[in-house]
């Protein structure tokens, strides 16, 4: 069937003078023929249709079929996040959305519709490098994938969840599921329902990826939702770093997003973890994202959030294994309208562990940042540290931080530390600016990319050139 | 050859503007001259450089600045900024994670045409020559501006800044305060050698021994909000000589 979304392509003519870029870039959309779609709302029907369209194992249905009861059962957790979650409405949104494509092996095989999309998004420097390796995910399917030779020669996996699942059902079965339960909570629940698409890495032991593996994907039809499923396995001794990103077009109606991302770092693994993402100010984000460290394991959470309605994403590492590691570092930025609920979980597990989190945040016009984290050391460990540093930056009189740092730690051998600092740019610093003869507005991002340049410097550096350049057009207008 | 001229300048705080700080300065500086303002504390020199600057907290309650027989009243501080004027702040503000060389890469990039990039290489290689003109550390680009700095540090961060930006018009408040003798040296040095007739230098200062190292073309003394002694750098050595007093005890038998 043909489901044509009418939105115009926008025409070209924003640039934004300052970096370059077309505004309007978020703001596109191409007609995509769907050949496969679950309708809006949710029902058990619609879960079996998914699973049937997927012709997934049996275990996989009765798996979506339980977790659609708990998504059911679960009530909201308004009673300690925003009400603004009572505002989704679940039965407009559509489940599942496919071009019934498989995902493509090279790029001459990607529509062209498809590559004007990634054209658009306005890394075309960055997408020649990545097509090579790239996992992109063009609505709930992967349009294009092409795991490149050699990570493949190295014995890695990297193929869609979808694929996974039909091809690597014994390594995907061991630890789906399993870092972060169905039941977690709601949103967790949801997708467990009805995920689909997301990223599968396997590393087999002692192999260190050389590059870093990249996902780009967008969501591309109205009142559309995106389930996907990631999980990465990195096999004793192994290391790899995952990257994702998005930037999605801009629409009237809410959009749900609710990801579910499983890391396990076994014995001696590396994980690093790298999201930026740009959503559409309509769009639900409620995220949720875990891994677990095994011994001298590390997991290292790099996570960028800008745009978005309301986004609730607290990356977390379980610190099963002596000596593991955990970091989470990220960056927040909550516009008008806009509500960050970011944060970090990490739970230590095992003696002699360390977590680290940096959370930097800000504020501009009425946006809303909200810095969630939660540190767990109990009474029979020994030797654990944690070091909390969270900074939040408000850009005008009325932008809003709130901080609710949960520190729980017992036993007398462990070393906590924790900072927060709340901070303005001052008239003071804009006018020295300005003397230079930046105007008021280019002042005003330099001052908030200073405030964020330690944490995006451990971007990798493509992505810390995009990010300035999100960050530059976020602070447009935020200033007169 | 260009002029900056401040024409009967009264300027108060824009919270309290019934009470006047500068109170009818006016003055005539043309580029290839450096004019030394000196007087006591609380006179209005420094109200008088962020006024001719744009700072918000201050009102220009009458009066007109021009550049070349234009008012520059009306634009923005970055226009002004751009439109070759330069403040050397007594206190330079602190933008933290922010090196001196993407501030200062900004600050050229500012005063390009829209759509024209700053070519990296030789924006690079004239801060090299610059700070090395100024006797200063490659390390110290790399820096936040101005953060942590040590009072000579942030002077040499700002005469760094001047040297990359070349103004026509250049305002120095108090540039000498809070520097040892070597630091002095070496700021006066880079001053003197920007000096020459594409750069008019208005040198705020509270003390002559910056003058050994700058010699002033005129000296003006300050004093309750207006000029009230104009003079050479045999000005500057009465001043010393005479202390302040001298200057109001004349205005008082005047």
């Not at chain 1, 709601?186 to 467990?192: I, T």
């Not at chain 1, 740009?278 to 409620?286: H, K, P, Q």
């Not at chain 1, 330099?446 to 350049?469: C, H, I, T, W």
């Not at chain 2, 009818?24 to 007087?39: D, P, R, Y």
Request: glycine share 8%; aromatic share 8%.
């Amino acid at each position: 069937m043909a489901d044509t979304d009418t939105l115009p392509p926008a025409d070209d003519t924003a640039v934004n003078p300052v970096g370059g870029i077309d505004q309007a870039v978020g703001n596109f959309q191409y007609d995509v023929n769907y050949e496969f779609d679950a309708g809006t709302g949710l029902t058990e029907d619609t879960v079996r249709y998914i699973s049937s369209v997927k012709k997934e194992a049996p275990w996989i249905l009765e798996f979506r079929l339980k977790a659609l009861q708990t998504f059911l059962d679960k009530p909201m957790p308004t009673h300690w996040a925003t009400k603004d979650l009572e505002n989704i409405d679940f039965s407009k949104i559509r489940y599942y959305l496919s071009q019934g494509q498989k995902p493509k092996r090279t790029w001459d095989e990607v529509p062209d519709d498809i590559k004007q999309t990634f054209e658009r998004l306005g890394i075309p420097e960055q997408e020649r490098k990545f097509l090579a390796g790239v996992e992109a995910q063009f609505d709930s399917e992967a349009a294009y994938s092409n795991i490149k030779d050699i990570v493949a020669k190295q014995g890695v996996i990297f193929c869609n969840s979808t694929e996974a699942l039909r091809e690597h059902p014994e390594i995907f079965k061991k630890f789906f599921g399993k870092v972060i339960p169905t039941g977690d909570n709601k949103f967790s629940a949801l997708n467990s329902a009805v995920f689909s698409g997301g990223s599968f890495i396997y590393v087999p032991p002692g192999v260190k990826v050389a590059q870093p593996l990249q996902a780009y994907f967008r969501i591309n039809a109205e009142n559309f939702g995106q389930f996907e499923r990631t999980l990465i396995i990195a096999d004793e001794g192994s290391e790899v770093v995952y990257m994702e990103g998005c930037t999605a077009p801009k629409f009237s109606t809410s959009t749900l997003h609710s990801a579910v991302v499983e890391l396990v770092a076994l014995k001696g693994a590396k994980i690093q973890y790298i999201t930026v993402q740009n959503w559409a100010n309509n769009v639900f984000n409620l995220v949720t994202k875990r891994g677990v460290a095994h011994e001298d394991a590390e997991i290292k959470w790099i996570d960028c959030n800008i745009g978005s309605r309301l986004t609730m994403k607290y990356p977390g590492v379980v610190l099963k294994g002596k000596r593991a590691r955990g970091e989470v570092i990220s960056i927040a930025l909550a516009n008008d309208g806009q509500h960050q609920d970011t944060g970090a979980k990490m739970i230590h597990a095992a003696d002699d562990t360390t977590s680290v989190i940096v959370a930097k945040s800000i504020s501009v016009g009425q946006g809303r940042s909200t810095y969630r984290g939660q540190v767990h050391i109990p009474k029979h460990l020994k030797g654990c540290k944690n070091n909390t540093e969270c900074d939040a930056l408000l850009i005008n009189t009325n932008s809003r931080t709130d901080t609710y740092p949960a520190i729980t730690v017992r036993g007398d051998t462990h070393a906590v530390q924790h900072e927060a600092s709340v901070s303005k740019v001052s008239e003071e610093q804009i006018f020295y600016m300005q003397q230079r003869g930046l105007t008021e507005a280019q002042a005003m991002s330099l001052a908030v990319n200073g405030f964020v340049n330690d944490l995006v410097r451990q971007f990798p550096m493509e992505y810390s050139v995009e990010l300035k350049r999100l960050i530059d057009l976020e602070m447009e207008g935020s200033v007169g | 050859m260009h002029t900056l001229e401040i024409r009967d300048l009264h300027v108060a705080l824009t919270e309290s503007p019934d009470k006047p700080i500068v109170k009818g300065f006016s003055l005539t500086i043309k580029t290839g001259e450096v004019h030394a303002i000196m007087g006591p504390n609380g006179t209005g020199k420094s109200t008088l450089s962020k006024a001719i600057a744009g700072h918000p907290d201050y009102a220009i309650t009458s009066g007109d600045v021009l550049i070349d027989g234009k008012s520059i009243l009306e634009m923005e501080p970055d226009e002004r900024a751009r439109a070759g004027l330069f403040l050397a702040f007594q206190y330079p503000s602190e933008i933290p994670g922010v090196s001196i060389a993407n501030f200062l890469r900004a600050a050229v990039q500012a005063r390009l045409a829209e759509g024209e990039e700053l070519d990296a290489t030789g924006y690079y290689k004239k801060l090299y020559s610059k700070m090395d003109l100024l006797k200063i550390d490659r390390k110290f680009t790399s820096r936040s501006v101005n953060e942590g700095f040590s009072g000579g540090e942030k002077k040499r961060c700002e005469i760094l800044q001047m040297a990359m930006l070349e103004p026509t018009f250049a305002l120095m408040d108090e540039t000498d305060s809070g520097l040892d003798i070597d630091a002095l040296k070496i700021v006066a040095e880079g001053v003197s050698a920007m000096r020459g007739d594409k750069l008019g230098v208005m040198l705020i200062t509270h003390y002559q021994r910056l003058l050994d190292h700058i010699v002033p073309d005129f000296v003006h003394v300050m004093y309750d909000g207006r000029i009230v002694k104009s003079g050479d750098k045999s000005l500057a050595f009465e001043l010393e000589a005479k202390g302040y007093d001298w200057v109001k005890n004349e205005l008082v038998t005047a």
